[in-house]
């Protein structure tokens, strides 16, 4: 099985910050990678596929980068709705992996 | 708009079984392949299964094959899981996703999400 290890697992910023989350795969995947967003108590939602593409809707302070073992997520300007948590996943392969999760909190 | 509406959790005894339903509208469901992911208390996302826009594919986590029976009734537009011999590492929120490829063609990504439905295994 691939697996996608998150780094940091926990980020403290500010609004208005950019951060940047790290996704290191177990071996080569293209970019078939996923990112997502999980607000607390609610579902995950699509925001980057394909490693680089903005999912429709998905406002443009968010963008990815990366192509076989290492992928960023990277959020400009951060405002007050980003501070969730983001998974990567991987659609290389089966079966399909998730990150382990970063928490986005507010400093 | 897409909407996916699971169903079908609950208290459930160790080693009972559990079926999940996953109703679905407002895109063509016999072309798209279905997903189950999982969340237990606390944690990060599992994948657990996805299934082919026309049930001939199916594939498991290891954790649950054997285990776990994904299935769909393209007539009712509707997604399952049935889950048998429960233990307390199944406790999570379940919750099922649309792939985005269409009839099997394109990498498929999770492109819209249920609200999930809680499955807590107690005695």
């Known amino acids: 099985d691939i697996q996608l290890t998150q780094s940091p697992s926990f980020l403290s910023a500010s609004v208005g910050d950019r951060v940047t989350i790290t996704c290191r795969a177990s071996?080569?995947?293209?970019?078939?990678l996923a990112w997502f967003q999980q607000e607390s108590g609610k579902a995950p939602r699509l925001l980057i596929y394909a490693a680089s593409t903005l999912q429709s809707g998905v406002p443009s302070r968010f963008s990815g980068s990366g192509f076989g073992t290492e992928f960023t997520l990277t959020i400009d300007s951060l405002q007050p709705e980003d501070f969730a948590t983001y998974y990567c996943q991987q659609v290389h392969s089966y079966p399909r992996t998730f990150g382990q999760g970063t928490k986005l909190e507010i400093k | 708009q897409v909407q996916l509406v699971e169903s079908g959790g609950g208290v459930v005894q160790p080693g009972r079984s559990l079926r999940l339903s996953c109703t679905t509208s407002g895109f063509t469901f016999s072309n798209h392949g279905m997903h189950w992911v999982r969340q237990a208390p606390g944690k990060g996302l599992e994948w657990l299964a996805l299934?082919?826009?026309?049930?001939?594919?199916?594939f498991y986590a290891d954790s649950v094959k054997g285990r776990f029976t994904i299935s769909r009734d393209n007539s009712r537009n509707t997604l399952f899981l049935q889950m048998s011999s429960l233990t307390a590492d199944d406790t999570a929120v379940f919750f099922c996703a649309r792939d985005n490829s269409i009839r099997g063609i394109g990498i498929g990504y999770l492109y819209n999400w249920g609200q999930g439905t809680p499955v807590t295994v107690s005695a």
């Open positions: 071996q080569a995947i293209s970019s078939y």
């Open positions: 299934i082919w826009y026309d049930g001939s594919k199916k």
